[in-house]
């Protein structure tokens, strides 16, 4: 048997495609490994590729073995509990709607589900190194669509405007357009990760340019919308896939100079962004600083451990859905709202520890990547929602429990990316992802 | 001598993860040592050795990195991590055990 039908008969067992290649390779340099030892005691050459594959055994075996020990893995539970808490904020969102004006509970938040998962089944089987195969195009593609259809949404606005008489549809597209800056920055972290992971191997100089662009086109589209939490939420997505850059060895830099060069300008940019708004709340006359935690934590003081409390506020009704778990909390209890905390948190976290199980860096990095955006989202709207933060003039949400087709879609693909990476955990080579950087010699 | 396979089933992994304990190796290398340092009693089958090396790596006990040999040829490297020692470690005692337990009933004697 020739070498090239062993492998063929090899591969034609093993059914993750995405390993074909690497095993290629690797089967045919055991073999000229071998030929070669035969030829060195003396057998002749032309007989030497097929004597060493004797010795290799029999394909189907090897095969059905390397199938086996392949086989992708379903993140099933990850899929699952992504399902039952889409779900569970819809029929929350139901049930709270008599009471409370703002939740708009109804056949929307149903309609919304299947696209979520859909979002989520059609990313799963897509390959995620996409990402890393255009990576600059397609992060500058996507940057440009979002501020196409930021300025087409606050064009058709100010259209309006002019007419007369339109002040709901103003509303609609003022939240569109912040909606856009928001699932837009989310859905924007594994071009970020592309990005990022074709810079490898860049000095000082790269690792600036690629702070740059990760940082400013995203704070521009926020800025424009405007949208506080897309700011500062974008803001933390860059630092993060940077910090996970430096920290696996992407740029040839000294890792505290980068980590100064991060750091440094993003704890003035939160002063900044805290200041901005404490001088905002202080220009409110009825209101004042810290109105809005005021009234949360007089909600949250009011309630019982089980069932209605004390909810004279008006806030309620007058928040947005940014205040969903404040409500649960206000209805239904303060265990109800503990509950509803720890479903909101438990699924970014599971995903944060599976992310580390992931082998490839430029995988690892992308499932990190979205395990930080739903736990930011998370920590967001938990604080939020006790008092601790601000929501309101901004766009927070409770990752896959708020309502709408935007978050159901925008949570969807980014589960469907993390699966895809999970499920090619063990699979994924880093010279599929390589960019032709030549490997290290070995002595 | 030939030696029964069921013998060796079960402890393949162990005496891979033995010599990636020592230093990274590829495939070939892995096969050719064992080969040499057991005077040819463990003649291992690449298609063997693969799908084994490759589980190992699912679980987690060996990494690998690809890097080019000086004659050129493309090899795919594997080292143990701390999982596959501690796992490595945890084998060698169950063998102990195991190969102690079994010599005593070869060696005979009596029961107390």
């Known amino acids: 048997m020739k070498k090239e039908e062993y492998i063929k008969a090899v591969l034609e067992q093993v059914r993750c495609s995405a390993v074909h290649e690497p095993l290629k390779k690797e089967l045919e340099a055991h073999i000229d490994d071998q030929a070669e030892a035969f030829i060195a005691v003396g057998l002749p050459e032309e007989n030497a590729e097929e004597e060493a594959v004797k010795t290799m055994g029999d394909p189907i075996e090897t095969g059905v073995g390397l199938d086996a020990a392949h086989r992708p893995r379903v993140p099933g539970t990850v899929f699952a509990a992504a399902a039952v808490l889409m779900l569970l904020g819809a029929v929350m969102r139901y049930m709270l709607a008599p009471y409370?004006?703002?939740?708009?509970?109804?056949?929307?938040?149903?309609?919304?589900?299947?696209?979520?998962?859909?979002?989520?089944?059609?990313?799963?089987?897509?390959?995620?190194?996409?990402?890393?195969?255009?990576?600059?195009?397609?992060?500058?593609?996507?940057?440009?669509?979002?501020?196409?259809?930021?300025?087409?949404?606050?064009?058709?606005?100010?259209?309006?405007?002019?007419?007369?008489?339109?002040?709901?549809?103003?509303t609609g597209l003022r939240e569109t357009a912040r909606q856009i800056a928001f699932y837009g920055s989310m859905l924007l972290v594994p071009f970020m990760c592309g990005f990022a992971f074709s810079m490898r191997g860049k000095g000082f100089g790269g690792f600036v340019l690629t702070c740059l662009a990760l940082v400013v086109p995203p704070a521009f589209i926020a800025l424009y919308a405007p949208c506080v939490s897309a700011l500062v939420l974008s803001g933390i997505y860059a630092l993060a896939v940077m910090t996970i850059a430096v920290k696996n060895g992407f740029f040839k830099v000294r890792k505290r100079a980068a980590h100064l060069f991060m750091y440094i300008p993003a704890l003035l940019a939160a002063a900044g962004v805290t200041a901005l708004k404490i001088w905002r709340d202080s220009r409110n006359e009825?209101?004042?600083?810290?109105?809005?935690?005021?009234?949360?934590?007089?909600?949250?003081?009011g309630a019982k451990l089980f069932g209605r409390g004390n909810v004279e506020s008006e806030f309620l009704t007058n928040a947005n859905d940014a205040h969903l778990l404040t409500a649960v909390i206000a209805q239904c209890g303060l265990a109800a709202?503990?509950?509803?905390?720890?479903?909101?948190?438990?699924?970014?976290?599971?995903?944060?520890?599976?992310?580390?199980?992931?082998?490839?860096?430029?995988?690892?990095?992308?499932?990190?990547?979205?395990?930080?955006?739903?736990?930011l989202q998370a920590v967001w709207f938990l604080s939020a929602n006790i008092g601790v933060t601000t929501a309101l003039e901004s766009y927070v949400t409770a990752p896959f429990m708020s309502g709408g087709g935007f978050n159901a879609i925008a949570c969807g693909i980014l589960v469907g990316i993390f699966a895809s990476v999970y499920r090619r955990k063990d699979l994924m080579p880093e010279r599929k992802l390589d960019t032709g950087r030549p490997a290290k010699k070995v002595t | 001598m030939k030696i029964d396979k069921s013998?060796?089933?079960?402890?393949?992994?162990?005496?891979?993860?033995?010599?990636?304990?020592?230093?990274?190796?590829?495939?070939?290398?892995?096969?050719?040592?064992?080969?040499?340092?057991?005077?040819?009693?463990?003649?291992?089958?690449?298609?063997t050795l693969y799908p084994l090396l490759h589980s190992l790596e699912k679980a987690g006990y060996v990494s690998s990195r690809e890097a080019e040999s000086e004659n050129g040829r493309m090899r795919k490297?594997?080292?143990?991590?701390?999982?596959?020692?501690?796992?490595?470690?945890?084998?060698?005692?169950?063998?102990?055990?195991?190969?102690?337990?079994?010599?005593?009933?070869?060696?005979?004697?009596?029961?107390?």
């Open chain 1, 100 to 170: 409370f004006e703002f939740v708009e509970g109804g056949i929307g938040d149903i309609a919304a589900l299947p696209l979520g998962i859909g979002a989520a089944v059609l990313f799963y089987f897509l390959d995620y190194t996409a990402f890393a195969r255009f990576p600059k195009t397609a992060y500058v593609a996507f940057v440009i669509l979002m501020g196409v259809g930021m300025f087409g949404v606050i064009n058709i606005t100010d259209i309006l405007n002019r007419g007369d008489g339109t002040v709901i549809q103003i």
């Open chain 1, 286 to 301: 009825h209101m004042g600083v810290g109105w809005e935690q005021d009234y949360v934590r007089g909600i949250i003081s």
């Open chain 1, 337 to 375: 709202g503990a509950l509803t905390a720890l479903a909101v948190t438990a699924l970014p976290i599971a995903m944060l520890i599976m992310s580390g199980r992931v082998q490839n860096s430029f995988g690892r990095l992308t499932a990190f990547s979205i395990g930080i955006v739903f736990m």
């Open chain 2, 7 to 47: 013998l060796m089933a079960g402890s393949t992994g162990m005496l891979i993860l033995q010599l990636l304990e020592e230093k990274e190796m590829y495939g070939y290398e892995m096969i050719d040592t064992l080969e040499k340092r057991s005077d040819s009693t463990f003649s291992l089958k690449a298609g």
């Open chain 2, 77 to 112: 490297y594997y080292a143990i991590t701390d999982e596959g020692a501690g796992f490595l470690a945890e084998k060698r005692n169950e063998w102990n055990v195991f190969s102690g337990a079994v010599n005593k009933v070869l060696e005979g004697g009596s029961c107390v």
